[in-house]
């Protein structure tokens, strides 16, 4: 079975610029999380989808937005990048409403700002 | 509010003790715990979850965790520790109860087992 995939692996922008990341959940998945961790400290939830529908969203400016699409995969956007943006991006996936589930993550996304 | 709390930033265990990675949470209603493992450079794992039943859960890579209600704690544990047990540890609990399934996060342990 294969696992949550993000791309791309590393993301270099400079401030002011927009990043596109990219998330492939687990087949049959049909929730998709994102989470940002800087510096290899906590995870900071950013948003939830599932079906297709904006579930819940964290404490995050309105730059940081995001959809799902169809095939449950998704993608998450970062308008007018600040320095302080610069982290991993992790993705994670489960099944569907289900609280009992675990989430299953991927290796996450490098972003860098410079 | 709800919260979970990982009172240890790192732990130091010599190869081959047992280790004990502490959690504790708050949460209004009855909770699900998990604990996950990341490894540097790499998202985070799934080791192990409570759901109901045997309060001592057995996980990935011989890691178990046991639930304590009266004192709201879900330490991870293992008998024997690996070098290769290095890593980041993660607990999470979610409240049954939450119409929106947050998963609220500790801030992570830092594992150091010295050969």
């Known amino acids: ?114 | 509010a709800q919260s979970v709390a990982q009172p240890e930033d790192q732990v130091n265990v010599a190869e081959g003790n047992p280790l004990t990675v502490k959690c504790t949470y708050s949460v209004s209603g009855n909770p699900y715990l998990f604990w996950y493992v990341q490894y540097p450079n790499r998202g985070l794992q799934f080791l192990l979850k409570y759901i109901t039943g045997d309060n001592l859960v057995k996980g990935s890579y011989g890691f178990e965790a046991e639930f304590n209600k009266s004192q709201t704690s879900f330490h991870l544990k293992k008998p024997s520790a690996l070098v290769s047990d290095s890593a980041l540890y993660f607990c999470a609990v979610r409240d049954r109860g939450d119409s929106n399934y947050q998963l609220i996060w500790g801030a992570g342990t830092k594992l150091i087992i010295k050969p």
Request: with cysteine; charged share 15%; hydrophobic share 30%.
């Open chain 1, 1 to 114: 079975e294969a696992g949550v995939t993000q791309s791309p692996t590393h993301l270099i922008k400079t401030r002011g610029q927009q990043a596109t990341l990219r998330c492939s959940p687990i087949s049959g998945h049909t929730s998709v999380y994102w989470y940002q961790q800087a510096l290899g400290l906590g995870l900071q939830f950013l948003l939830w989808y599932d079906e297709g529908e904006e579930r819940n969203r964290g404490n995050f400016p309105p730059r940081f937005s995001g959809r799902q699409f169809p095939n449950y995969s998704s993608e998450l956007n970062v308008n007018a990048l600040e320095l302080e943006d610069s982290a991993l991006y992790l993705c994670a996936s489960s099944l569907g409403q289900l609280s009992n589930q675990p989430q299953h993550f991927g290796d996450g996304t490098r972003l860098s700002i410079l």
